[in-house]
């Protein structure tokens, strides 16, 4: 199969083409930027697979001719909110496979809309397939299945757990953080109580995790809220949440509310949030054994006629410290390129072959062979044994 990695050489998607140039599957990859020297320094120091190109994705005959005799086109080009759909629309146009890691729950909305196109077409779309959105919709599904009926889904994750990568921590102006700034500001989509709602995010949500202490998240904008009622009719609630510790939010919610009142302008608030996070990599995070899990999938609905819930988490306590420790300083690039190298490559053995535009959960991944996949070469890409992290996902139920 033949790729074209659009953003291939960026923060995320570098860790994904690091993984998929090793796939039997892959016999080209073409790394395409808007930084040609970029793009060019990066493919030579992967294998002989690897080549580069410069391209503007505002050009839209570029864009499709940079897309001829192209199997699948790999989108981590950001920001997603501008270039998701129209780069889609492309690959479609093109009758090229697709799949990306967009992480805006606005775009997905658009992408979704484009799942008849995609049929007609013949295409496979599969959106947000990171680790959040990605890993978290497929633990979500994994709950959701142990139960009879679901009513609410809730994914999650530890603000404090994510680590930026050095490529990243370089740059003026991360997307990832300006992500963020858009996502606790304003208002955001999510579905409560049967519709959906835009809501102010950092709300706080009860979570009555099995097998832990109540604790609350914060709303978070994101696709994993827009993208499970599409599956599951029975659900009332599908909400994205964070957690972390208290000084955390109230910090983060302070410069939220200076952004929301025009204080602070979006820009600046990434600047700040920047240097609070090369602040605290040089500094040890207090341990908590009452802590919520760093990532996780929570259904809650009936099973045999009864309330119940399912939690489905990633955990770094596996009883060995050092690899415990490893877990802990994944990156973000790591945790979210290597899951969309996995995607790529089921997608080149022909693992996933439904067409249309889908969300991780669609029912397309299997969920626990596609974990097993991403733990496999995580575990590779950190000089691990390849079965280092089987142990890393606990599922915990109500009854």
């Not at 809309?113 to 680790?131: F, H, R």
């Not at 109230?250 to 509310?257: D, E, F, H, N, V």
């Not at 596996?318 to 996995?342: F, H, R, V």
């Amino acid at each position: 199969m033949k790729i074209l990695a659009i953003g291939g050489c960026g923060s995320m998607g570098r860790y994904a083409m690091r993984t998929a140039q090793n796939f039997s599957s892959v016999e080209k990859i073409v790394i395409a930027d808007i930084d040609k020297e970029s793009a060019e320094t990066f493919a030579r120091n992967l294998n002989q697979k690897v080549s580069a190109m410069q391209l503007d994705v505002n050009d839209g005959d570029a864009l499709k001719q940079a897309m001829k005799d192209i199997n699948i086109v790999v989108n981590t080009c950001g920001p997603y909110f501008k270039f998701a759909t129209p780069i889609l629309k492309a690959a479609i146009s093109s009758g090229c496979n697709y799949i990306d890691i967009c992480d805006d729950w606005e775009p997905t909305i658009d992408m979704m809309q484009l799942d008849a196109a995609a049929k007609s077409a013949g295409v496979s779309a599969t959106i947000g397939l990171g680790a959040s959105p990605g890993l978290t919709n497929l633990m979500a599904l994994i709950a959701i299945r142990e139960l009879d009926e679901v009513t609410t889904v809730y994914t999650g994750w530890d603000i404090d757990g994510i680590s930026l990568d050095e490529n990243a921590m370089q740059q003026s102006e991360n997307a990832a953080m300006m992500h963020g700034v858009e996502q606790m500001t304003g208002q955001v989509k999510v579905f409560k109580d049967g519709i959906f709602k835009m809501v102010k995010p950092l709300q706080k949500i009860n979570v009555d995790y099995p097998g832990l202490a109540k604790f609350h998240g914060n709303i978070f904008g994101h696709p994993e809220a827009v993208t499970f009622p599409n599956y599951f009719p029975t659900l009332k609630n599908s909400i994205n949440l964070a957690h972390g510790n208290y000084a955390d939010f109230l910090i983060l919610k302070t410069i939220m509310a200076l952004v929301n009142l025009r204080l602070l302008s979006k820009a600046k608030a990434v600047n700040l949030f920047s240097l609070l996070e090369s602040k605290e990599s040089i500094q040890d995070k207090p341990k908590d054994i009452d802590r919520p899990p760093v990532m996780y999938g929570f259904a809650q609905g009936l099973k045999n006629e009864l309330p119940a819930s399912v939690g489905v988490c990633m955990t770094s306590e596996t009883g060995n410290l050092d690899l415990d420790e490893q877990i802990k300083n994944i990156s973000m690039g790591e945790i979210t390129g290597i899951p969309l190298a996995c995607g790529i490559k089921m997608l080149a053995e022909g693992r996933i072959n439904q067409t249309g535009v889908l969300a991780p959960e669609a029912g397309h991944i299997e969920p626990s062979l596609f974990i097993t996949d991403v733990f496999e070469e995580i575990s590779k890409a950190l000089g691990l044994q390849i079965d280092s992290l089987s142990d890393s996902i606990k599922i915990t139920r109500s009854w």
